[in-house]
C-alpha cells in the first residue's frame, strides 16, 4: 500500500481529454483545418486587400502569367486579376457551398427523425418520396432542376440542396430508428412528455453527432457540385465570379494560358480535400469509443516501452510468470498507470484465482500476458511475463501472435462479444484449429464436433451451424471454453467467465473448466469478484486492488487468516446462511470503515 500512496496523482482536468485535443492530435485533420482556416481567412480579407476590382476588364493586360508586377497570379482572358477574382470567387462558391449544406442538413434531418421515430405509414411515405428521389442521379437531377428554374447561382444553390437532403435523411432516420424505442425515450412518453418535447429533448442530441459528421463529410461535396453547375454556366453569371465560372471560361486557354484554368482548379482541389480530412477528423472526435485520447487504430500487440525493467523470473517450476507487471494508458501527454508491480505466478495442473472489485486492474493484467491490450493508448512500461522460460514481452510480434491460443487461450466474460455474430459456431471452433495446425477441412471439422461435445453442448453436429445468437448465454460460453481448448493450450486465462450466468449455469461453467483443467493438466488463472467461487475452485489466490497485490496465498490459508484489511472486507462481504440481519450490519460496518480509510 505504500507503493500506492507514493503513487502520483493525475492532474486535476486532465482525465478527460478536450475534443479540441483530440482533434488537434489528429495530424491530417489539424492540417485540413489549418490550410481551411486560411483560405476562409483570405476570403474573408478580400474587401480590406489591395486588391484590383475583380470585375475590371484590361485587354491590353490578358493572359499575363504568373508572378506578372502588379498580378501575382496573372490575368484572365480579359485582362482581370485572377488573384482578386479567385478570393471573391473562393467567396461565393463557400458560401453557397455552406448554405446548400445547411439546408439539406436541416431539411433532410428533420424528415430523417420523424420518419424515424413515427414509423409505421409516415415512416413510409417519407420515406417512398427520399427513394424517388435517390432513383434519378443526382448530378443529372440536379441539372434538371436548374434548368427547369433557369441558370443563377441561387438556383443552383437550391438544386444542389434538394438532390443532398436524401442523403442526409436516409442516415439520419436510420440512427434514429435505433433509440426510438430505447428505454430513456420510453420513459419519456411515460412522464407525460409530447412527441415534439421527446424528439427535441431525447432523440436529437442523440443523433446530433451524426448530422454534424454528415456536414462536415459532405460540404466539400457540396462546393464541388456547386462548382460543376457554374462550370457548365448554369450557376454563377458573368460578370460574377465563382470558382466553378473561373474554370469554365479558364477552359478555351488550357493551352495557351493554363493557369488561367489551374488556379481555380488548384482552389477547388484545396477547399475540398481540406474539408474531408477534416470532417473524418470531426467524426472520429465525436466517435465516444475513440474518447480514449488516441485516434489510431489498436496495433496487433501492446506497445512495450523501449527502457522498459525485465526483471528475472522468480519461480522456475511455474508455466506463467508475472515479474513486477506495469501497465498503462497514455492520455494527452501522461502515463497514468492501471497496474503497478504486479507479480504473480501459475503452476502446471493449477488454479490461480485473481479476485478484486471492479477496476481494480484485473483484466487489464489479464490482457497484457499476451499483448492484447489496445494500444494505443496502453503502454506495458515495465516489467515481464513468461511463459516457460521465454519473456512474452520480448518476442517479436509474429511469433507472440502465433503463441495466442496456442500456447495460452482466454475465456472471456462475455461471449457475444468475442463470438462473430455473422458465422455459425462451429465454424468459429474450427478457424481456431485451423490457425494453428495443418489438418484437412475434414479432420478440422471433425475435431470442431468433439470439442462442442467435450465442453457439452448437446447434439454438436446440428448445433453447430447455429449463430450465436440462437443459443442460450451458458451454451455461448461453452463455445467460447471450446475455442479456448482448440489448440491444448497450456495456460487458460478466464476472465470472470460467469459473471453473466445465473448461478445453476454459472455452477455448471465452473464444473466443467475444474473437469477440464484437471482431465489435461492446463494451468489456470482465473479472474473473479467472488470469494465464494475462489473457495470452492482455486489453488490459491491473489487480491488485488488499485492495481497492485495486496496479498497472494494458498486459498485455504487466505481464507481462515488474511492478513490485509482488504482481504478481511472482501471476506466478509460473502453471505454466509443463517446469519439474517447480522450480514446488513456487518457490510454496513466494513463500508463505514473503508470510507474513514479513505478519508
Known amino acids: 500500500m505504500s507503493t500506492l500512496a507514493a503513487a502520483p496523482a493525475p492532474q486535476a482536468g486532465s482525465a478527460r481529454i478536450t475534443s479540441w485535443r483530440l482533434l488537434v492530435n489528429n495530424r491530417l485533420a489539424t492540417a485540413g483545418l489549418v490550410l481551411l482556416g486560411t483560405i476562409l481567412l483570405l476570403t474573408a480579407l478580400a474587401p480590406i486587400l489591395p486588391l484590383p476590382d475583380p470585375n475590371a476588364t484590361a485587354p491590353a493586360d490578358r493572359l499575363k502569367p504568373v508572378l506578372t508586377a502588379g498580378h501575382l497570379l496573372g490575368t484572365d482572358q480579359l485582362g482581370r486579376d485572377i488573384l482578386s477574382r479567385l478570393l471573391w470567387g473562393t467567396r461565393v462558391s463557400v458560401a453557397v ?25 409516415i415512416d413510409n411515405a417519407m420515406m417512398r418520396g427520399i427513394d424517388m428521389l435517390m432513383a434519378f442521379p443526382y448530378i443529372l437531377l440536379a441539372l434538371a432542376i436548374v434548368a427547369a428554374l433557369g441558370p443563377g447561382l441561387m438556383n443552383a444553390l437550391y438544386a444542389i440542396a434538394l438532390v443532398n437532403i436524401p442523403f442526409f435523411a436516409r442516415n439520419v432516420r436510420g440512427v434514429t430508428l435505433g433509440y426510438a424505442h430505447r428505454e430513456f425515450v420510453d420513459a419519456a412518453r411515460l412522464s407525460g412528455k409530447g412527441h415534439l418535447s421527446i424528439i427535441l429533448t431525447e432523440v436529437l442530441p442523440n443523433v446530433m453527432p451524426v448530422i454534424v459528421i454528415t456536414m462536415s463529410t459532405t460540404a466539400g461535396w457540396m462546393i464541388l457540385e456547386t462548382a460543376g453547375l457554374s462550370f457548365l454556366g448554369l450557376g454563377a453569371q458573368p460578370p460574377q465570379a465563382d470558382l466553378g465560372s473561373m ?85 494527452g501527454g501522461e502515463f497514468i498507470p492501471a497496474v503497478r508491480g504486479v507479480s504473480l505466478h501459475v503452476k502446471p495442473g493449477k488454479c490461480l484465482g485473481l479476485i478484486g472489485e471492479s477496476g481494480s486492474g484485473k ?37 507472440l501472435i502465433a503463441k495466442r491460443g496456442s500456447r495460452v487461450a482466454y475465456v472471456f466474460q462475455d461471449p457475444l462479444t468475442t463470438l462473430h455474430p455473422m458465422v455459425a459456431i462451429g465454424r468459429q471452433v474450427e478457424e481456431s484449429i485451423a490457425a494453428h495446425q495443418s489438418i484437412s477441412a475434414a479432420d478440422c471439422r471433425k475435431k470442431a464436433i468433439e470439442l462442442l461435445e467435450k465442453v457439452g453442448i448437446p447434439d454438436a453436429r446440428a448445433r453447430s451451424v447455429h449463430y450465436p445468437h440462437q443459443l442460450s448465454g451458458g451454451q455461448r460460453q461453452r463455445v467460447g471454453i471450446a475455442m479456448a481448448l482448440a489448440n491444448d493450450p497450456e495456460i487458460i486465462i478466464a476472465d470472470e467467465p460467469t459473471t453473466a450466468l445465473d448461478v445453476t449455469v454459472q455452477a455448471r461453467i465452473l464444473e466443467l473448466l475444474r473437469d477440464l483443467q484437471r482431465e489435461r493438466g492446463m494451468a489456470l488463472l482465473f479472474i473473479t469478484h467472488d470469494f465464494g467461487i475462489v473457495s470452492e475452485f482455486c489453488d490459491r489466490v491473489a487480491v488485488m486492488k488499485d492495481g497492485e497485490i495486496v496479498e497472494t496465498g494458498e486459498t485455504r490459508q487466505v481464507l481462515a487468516d488474511p492478513q490485509h484489511a482488504y482481504t478481511k472486507r472482501l471476506i466478509a462481504c460473502v453471505p454466509e446462511l443463517g446469519t439474517g440481519a447480522r450480514f446488513l450490519d456487518r457490510v454496513a460496518t466494513l463500508f463505514a470503515e473503508d470510507k474513514k480509510e479513505v478519508a
Open 363 to 399: 483484466s487489464v493484467t489479464a490482457l497484457s500476458v499476451m499483448g492484447l491490450v489496445a494500444s494505443p493508448p496502453g503502454v506495458i512500461r515495465n516489467g515481464a511475463v513468461y511463459v516457460g522460460n521465454e519473456d512474452v514481452l520480448s518476442m517479436p510480434e509474429t511469433r
Open 97 to 121: 457551398g455552406f448554405a446548400a449544406t445547411f439546408i439539406a442538413a436541416g431539411i433532410g434531418s428533420a424528415i430523417g427523425i420523424v420518419a424515424g421515430y413515427a414509423g409505421g405509414r
Open 247 to 331: 474554370l469554365g471560361e479558364g477552359r478555351a486557354q488550357i493551352f495557351t494560358a493554363p493557369h488561367v484554368s489551374i488556379v481555380p482548379g488548384v482552389m477547388i482541389f484545396l477547399i475540398v480535400i481540406s474539408l474531408n480530412v477534416l470532417g473524418d477528423g470531426i467524426r472520429d472526435v465525436l466517435d465516444p469509443r475513440l474518447r480514449s485520447g488516441a485516434l489510431a487504430r489498436p496495433g496487433p500487440v501492446t506497445e512495450v516501452a523501449r527502457d522498459r525493467t525485465a526483471p528475472a523470473s522468480t519461480a522456475d517450476d511455474a508455466v506463467l510468470v508475472i515479474e513486477k507487471l506495469e501497465t498503462g494508458f497514455r492520455q
